[in-house]
């Protein structure tokens, strides 16, 4: 029997009340980031307990302590490959803290194909507009962006084909990733340092963050990665919230008023984990 562990991490710092308050709630925006990792936090913890896995939580910068900006805060999320503490474990769930766990069903059930690594791919999701996350494939600014920092570090241009959505790029949502030992040892031993990545080229944030630092190393070193259903990285774009609680595994609330609402239906018990 595999022996399973769940990674996630919240810090905030000055910088993020900096960007000011948002609507819908009366604190301030790292007090709503909180509260969200304590719920997020709780639920992982429970579902945990329910499929026989280990739960870690950390509130430190470990792999970027001493840093200061706000995209670094991002990339401790390395912590996943660079970590020891988790080398005992054959498989990890990564997942970020603004996510509700909707489900019984065990998430590491899916990995039973073999790949090294399964997640959700940015252009894959749906959302409220109908689209996905891939700005680089309505912009041609944005994908020459993503061209340029990728040619920096010698990472080729990896297109998504069907059967899913076709993309000019490949970029995972990293919001939810499993991992499994093996792939955490060679990511170790071959990825770019995230410094480097990170802090390399005049690009936007949404550039030199994990994710597409994570892609572009991933699809470099030839890692199997495998896609896997958007229910279990799922955001509230369905056409009521009744048939999002119906359908999601995983609740995701990215951005700053989905938060709001991720608050909300835990106090209002709408998950099914909690009837």
Not at 53 to 74: M, N, P, Q, W
Not at 167 to 181: D, E, P, Q, Y
Request: negative net charge.
């Amino acid at each position: 029997m595999s022996k399973n562990v769940m990674f996630q991490y919240m810090i905030t710092s000055q910088a993020v009340d900096a960007r000011g308050g948002i609507r819908g709630w009366d604190g301030t925006r790292s007090e709503l980031y909180q509260e969200v990792a304590r719920i997020s936090r709780e639920s992982f913890e429970d579902y945990a307990d329910k499929i026989g896995a280990d739960h870690f939580y950390s509130d430190e910068r470990v792999i970027t302590k001493g840093h200061g900006c706000s995209t670094s805060l991002l990339h401790e999320c390395a912590r996943v490959w660079l970590d020891p503490i988790f080398d005992s474990y054959d498989n990890l769930l990564f997942a970020d803290t603004d996510i509700v766990v909707n489900t019984e069903e065990n998430i590491f059930d899916v990995m039973e194909s073999g790949a090294d690594v399964y997640g959700v791919l940015e252009s894959d999701f749906v959302t409220a507009s109908g689209g996905g996350y891939n700005s680089w494939d309505s912009k041609e600014s944005v994908y020459l962006d993503f061209c340029s920092k990728f040619m920096l570090h010698d990472c080729p241009i990896v297109p998504v084909m069907p059967p899913n959505r076709p993309s000019k790029i490949m970029i995972m949502n990293t919001g939810v990733v499993l991992w499994t030992r093996e792939a955490r040892l060679r990511a170790r031993e071959k990825f770019l340092n995230w410094e480097d990545w990170c802090y390399t080229g005049d690009f936007h944030m949404s550039i030199m963050n994990d994710q597409p630092y994570i892609s572009s190393q991933l699809m470099k070193h030839d890692f199997d990665v495998e896609t896997i259903d958007q229910t279990w990285n799922d955001s509230p774009h369905y056409a009521s919230e009744e048939e999002f609680f119906e359908k999601a595994k995983f609740c995701h609330y990215t951005g700053g008023e989905w938060k709001v609402d991720m608050v909300r239906h835990w106090n209002e018990k709408r998950y099914k984990t909690q009837q």
